[in-house]
């Protein structure tokens, strides 16, 4: 292991034992703010102002909620992975294996409300493969391979770079196995997510645009036995 996905050297500070605590309380004052109505960043800005937050720490606050109706709405479109069988997946290329990647890595990840792992990986148009991208990739598609699927379509963005060695490394590695696989790169790959059913992702934005999605990397996580920190209650 030569990197952690996602990992800055002032989390050990950021989420210390003492850090998250004060987090969850910050949390419970976000969640209220925005059930309410207001704006979830505007609502972490002045939360996290009062609590003194760093930026690590609100993102990782902002990442973890949703409003009690989007909660909802989320789970009711949430799709078991048993229920796969004979079906195709679209799936949020960068964001499910960068997440993957944190997980192998022994990074950062948040149980967020809507029943997601999120990190804190920040991607902004720069990605490089690490150590782990290989293990990550295999993982997506044996987990896939277990649940039966017929197909997995998976999406990479156009403008990231190195979206072209990604997807070179994908189909090498998706030889192993026998369901069909297609690899686009887009320049949209949001919108080319909404209105389609059986989506993995955990992008807050998609959750709210697809027909259903699947919760893969929680079924990743009983694989590794990874841990993850939960800021609400």
Same mark, same amino acid.
């Given at each position: 292991?030569?990197?952690? $996905? =996602?990992?800055?050297?002032?989390?050990?500070?950021n989420?210390?034992?003492?850090?998250?605590?004060?987090?969850?309380?910050?949390?419970?004052?976000?969640?209220?703010?925005?059930?309410? =109505?207001?704006?979830?960043?505007?609502?972490?800005?002045?939360?996290?102002?009062?609590?003194?937050? %760093?930026?690590?720490?609100?993102?990782?606050?902002?990442?973890?909620?949703?409003?009690?109706e989007?909660?909802?709405?989320?789970q009711?479109?949430?799709?078991?992975?048993s !229920?796969?069988?004979?079906?195709?997946?679209?799936?949020?290329?960068? &964001?499910?294996? +960068?997440?993957?990647?944190?997980?192998?890595?022994? =990074? +950062?990840?948040?149980?967020?409300?809507?029943?997601? +792992?999120?990190?804190?990986?920040?991607? $902004?148009?720069t990605? $490089?493969?690490?150590?782990?991208?290989?293990?990550?990739?295999?993982?997506?598609?044996?987990?896939?391979?277990?649940?039966?699927?017929?197909?997995?379509?998976?999406?990479?963005?156009?403008?990231?770079?190195?979206? =072209?060695?990604?997807?070179?490394?994908?189909?090498?590695?998706?030889?192993?196995?026998?369901?069909?696989?297609?690899?686009?790169?887009?320049? &949209?790959? !949001?919108? %080319?997510?909404?209105?389609?059913?059986?989506?993995?992702?955990? !992008? %807050?934005?998609?959750?709210?645009?697809?027909?259903?999605?699947?919760?893969?990397?929680?079924?990743c996580?009983?694989?590794?036995?990874?841990?993850?920190?939960?800021?609400? &209650?």
């Amino acid at each position: 292991m030569n990197a952690k $996905r =996602g990992y800055v050297p002032e989390d050990e500070r950021n989420f210390s034992v003492e850090a998250i605590h004060i987090m969850q309380i910050a949390s419970r004052h976000v969640r209220y703010l925005i059930n309410e =109505g207001y704006d979830l960043k505007q609502a972490s800005t002045f939360v996290g102002n009062h609590f003194l937050l %760093s930026e690590r720490q609100r993102l990782a606050v902002m990442r973890s909620l949703a409003t009690d109706e989007q909660h909802a709405v989320r789970q009711s479109r949430q799709v078991q992975i048993s !229920d796969l069988e004979g079906k195709e997946v679209w799936i949020d290329g960068f &964001n499910t294996i +960068i997440t993957l990647e944190v997980m192998l890595s022994e =990074g +950062i990840l948040f149980e967020c409300m809507d029943g997601t +792992i999120r990190d804190l990986a920040a991607l $902004r148009g720069t990605y $490089r493969l690490i150590s782990e991208t290989s293990e990550a990739v295999r993982m997506l598609l044996q987990t896939l391979q277990k649940a039966r699927i017929s197909k997995a379509t998976i999406l990479l963005d156009e403008p990231v770079s190195n979206s =072209g060695r990604l997807k070179a490394l994908i189909a090498n590695i998706g030889e192993e196995f026998a369901f069909g696989l297609d690899i686009q790169i887009l320049r &949209n790959v !949001d919108r %080319s997510l909404y209105g389609r059913e059986n989506v993995i992702t955990s !992008d %807050s934005v998609i959750l709210d645009h697809c027909v259903s999605w699947v919760n893969l990397a929680v079924e990743c996580m009983k694989e590794t036995g990874a841990q993850s920190i939960q800021l609400w &209650n």
